[in-house]
C-alpha cells in the first residue's frame, strides 16, 4: 500500500468517531484531521472531493479488508454460494463498530446528488465479492452476478442497520434466505444467461431493488 493510501486510510478512521454526532460533515473532516495532527492544506490534498471523498475512501477501506480476512481462510471446500455468503457477512462484521457511520453513510449516498457515486461504490463492493468468491465470468453473466447481490447488499445493509438480534443473527438468517433467492434464480447465478433473464417474468421481485433501498433509508431518516 502506497503511503498515500496509508494517510487517506489513517484520517478517514480519525473521522469515524466524530460521525456519529456532526455526520459526514467538514466539522468531521476537521475534527479527526485535528485528532492525527494534519492541518487544512493536507486534509484537501488528502480528499480534494472533501466528504465525499473521505465516504468513498470508507467504503474501499472495508471492501480492502473484506477481501484480505477472505485470503486468510481456505475457501477452497466451499461453494460459490457459501463463498458469496460469506463476503457479505465478512464486509458488515468488520463494520460492526462503524454501525453508525455506515447508517450516516447510507443516507448520505441515498441523496440524488450522490447516485453516481453510491452506484460505483455498490459495484466496487459486489465486484470485489464475486472476484474473492473465485468468479471467473466474463459473458452476460457478469452483470448478471452483480446485478443480483447489489440488490442483495442493500438490502442486507438496511436489515443489519435495524437488527438488534444477538450477534445480529437475525441479518444472517436474512442474508442466507436472499442469496437462496437469488439462487433460485434460473436455477442458480452460475448458469444465468440473457436469453434465460429475459424470460424469467417476474425475476426481479426476488430481491429488493437498491432504488427502494435509497428512498426507504430517506424515510428512515
Not at 194 to 206: A, F, R, T
Amino acid at each position: 500500500m502506497d503511503e498515500r493510501m496509508v494517510l487517506r486510510d489513517r484520517l478517514m478512521l480519525a473521522v469515524l468517531p466524530h460521525v456519529a454526532f456532526d455526520g459526514w460533515s467538514a466539522a468531521a473532516l476537521r475534527q479527526g484531521a485535528a485528532d492525527v495532527d494534519m492541518g487544512a492544506a493536507q486534509l484537501a490534498a488528502l480528499f480534494p472531493g472533501g466528504v465525499a471523498d473521505v465516504v468513498a475512501q470508507f467504503s474501499d477501506w472495508a471492501d480492502r479488508a473484506m477481501l484480505a480476512q477472505l485470503a486468510g481462510r481456505d475457501l477452497s471446500t466451499m461453494k460459490v454460494r457459501a463463498r458469496v455468503t460469506l463476503a457479505v457477512r465478512v464486509r458488515l462484521e468488520l463494520l460492526a463498530p462503524w454501525a453508525e457511520a455506515v447508517q450516516r453513510a447510507s443516507s448520505f449516498l441515498a441523496l440524488p446528488t450522490h447516485a453516481g457515486l453510491a452506484a460505483r461504490l455498490l459495484y466496487r463492493t459486489v465486484d470485489a465479492a464475486w472476484y474473492a468468491a473465485g468468479d471467473q465470468a466474463t459473458d452476460f453473466n457478469y452483470y448478471t452476478k452483480r446485478a443480483l447481490l447489489a440488490a442483495v447488499q442493500t438490502a442486507t445493509v438496511l436489515y443489519w442497520l435495524s437488527d438488534r438480534s444477538p450477534d445480529h443473527a437475525d441479518t444472517w438468517a436474512f442474508l442466507d434466505r436472499r442469496i437462496e433467492n437469488v439462487m433460485a434464480v434460473g436455477k442458480g447465478i452460475a448458469t444465468l444467461s440473457l436469453p434465460k433473464l429475459s424470460s424469467l417474468k417476474g425475476w426481479g421481485g426476488l430481491v429488493p431493488s437498491p432504488l427502494r433501498f435509497s428512498r426507504h433509508l430517506r424515510q428512515r431518516v
